[in-house]
T-cell receptor, first 110, second 113 residues
Framework: NAGVTQTPKFQVLKTGQSMTLQCAQDMNHEYMSWYRQDPGMGLRLIHYSVGAGITDQGEVPNGYNVSRSTTEDFPLRLLSAAPSQTSVYFC?????????FGSGTRLTVV | QQQVKQSPQSLIVQKGGISIINCAYENTAFDYFPWYQQFPGKGPALLIAIRPDVSEKKEGRFTISFNKSAKQFSLHIMDSQPGDSATYFCAASRNNAGNMLTFGGGTRLMVKP
């Protein structure tokens, strides 16, 4: 019963580098989303998807891209990392039973 | 624009005491109000949730009180235990799935033995 799996758990990037944060769910949920968590600001929505092939922007989408080619996977791409993207990133999937979050990726951009 | 405001940012309670965390929202279209509990190094986990057709929901030591006219809701933790020490987030959405959650800023709770 894996739920939502995120990789990697930790990552250090240099400014300007690109990378992809992976997210996979095995609950057959249609809705998936990416949040970033910063101290005192709660979780802010970056991008979300209501099903395979459909994505949309959240509150803080700049500097990030997503795609949803399958129901299971929802990767988040950082195009050119900036220090302002230092954060903890959470992927979530949801159904009528509520949201299930992954354990997070702690990203540091130096 | 912060649509869900949460207070306090941090809270220290003695073991056995009552912990109270408050949230206020602006969007009257919200119709689902969950609370999440997060331990260090983990993702948030659903604790308890309420819809605006009831004013209170209780699950064990955890109670949500909801005031629709004031656009406020709160989490009460009765008989607080050291194991309750965590960060708590309120959230709101227009649906419990298929619509994005808007989170409050979080409250770091410490329960002293």
């Amino acid at each position: 019963n894996a739920g939502v799996t995120q990789t990697p758990k930790f990552q250090v990037l240099k400014t300007g580098q690109s990378m992809t944060l992976q997210c996979a769910q095995d609950m057959n949920h249609e809705y998936m989303s990416w949040y970033r968590q910063d101290p005192g600001m709660g979780l802010r929505l970056i991008h979300y998807s209501v099903g395979a092939g459909i994505t949309d922007q959240g509150e803080v989408p700049n500097g990030y891209n997503v795609s949803r080619s399958t129901t299971e996977d929802f990767p988040l791409r950082l195009l050119s990392a900036a220090p302002s993207q230092t954060s903890v990133y959470f992927c979530a999937s949801s159904s009528f039973d509520g949201y299930t979050f992954g354990s997070g990726t702690r990203l540091t951009v130096v | 624009q912060q649509q869900v405001k949460q207070s306090p940012q941090s809270l220290i309670v003695q073991k056995g005491g009552i912990s109270i965390i408050n949230c206020a929202y602006e969007n009257t279209a919200f119709d689902y109000f969950p609370w999440y509990q997060q331990f260090p190094g983990k993702g948030p986990a659903l604790l308890i949730a309420i819809r605006p057709d009831v004013s209170e929901k209780k699950e064990g030591r955890f109670t949500i009180s909801f005031n629709k006219s004031a656009k406020q809701f709160s989490l009460h933790i009765m008989d607080s235990q050291p194991g309750d020490s965590a960060t708590y987030f309120c959230a709101a959405s227009r649906n419990n799935a298929g619509n994005m959650l808007t989170f409050g800023g979080g409250t770091r709770l410490m329960v002293k033995p």
